[in-house]
């Protein structure tokens, strides 16, 4: 029992069972191809036990593996653009791994194509907001900005999705 004044006891595992797939969905969301998506999810948790075990928990567990996620995705982004021969760009299309019914494909895509046309930005906060469920003040931290921010971006980013998707559907 922690003393008055004093914040509770946290165990490592309490934290990482519902963060990693929170965190695995939004580097799903971020990332070009499924491999980055897993790799920069899984250095994210390793970075979380490696920091925890060395120097205990830090002040927000969550934002801390967001930040190194984030960071891990943008460098294999850049690593792969800078590696990547231009006759396998079509490649690569093709088999981005994701499979299912042609609907739910059809969707995927438009949402996809949607998102992208968002400034970095305003997709990666409504990304760590909508897919990877972090509150505002979290998303605001990893983002490095203030928490009203955060919710305009996220707030500006709905709305230009909803009217890309809904302008799909009727023309």
Known sequence: MSRPGT??????????EPL??????????????RQDAEEAAQ????ALVQRWRRHGPPENPDAFAFVVA?????????????????????DEEASSGFA????????????LRALATLS???????????????P?????????LSVSAVKMRVHRARQRLRHMLDGDRDG
Request: charge should be positive; aromatic fraction near 2%.
């Open 100 to 111: 299912g019914p042609v609907e739910a494909r059809i969707e995927l895509e438009r949402t």
């Open 43 to 46: 250095d994210a948790l390793v």
């Open 20 to 33: 990693a797939p929170r965190l695995l969905a939004y580097c799903l969301a971020c990332a070009d191809r």
């Open 7 to 16: 914040l509770p006891v946290v165990d490592l595992e309490s934290v990482l």
């Open 70 to 90: 984030r960071r891990r995705l943008r460098r294999a982004a850049v690593r792969r653009w800078l590696l990547r021969p231009l006759a396998t760009d079509r």
């Open 120 to 134: 970095a930005g305003d997709r990666q906060t409504l990304l760590l907001v909508a897919v990877a469920e972090l």
């Open 136 to 144: 505002t003040a979290e998303a605001a931290r990893v983002m490095n």
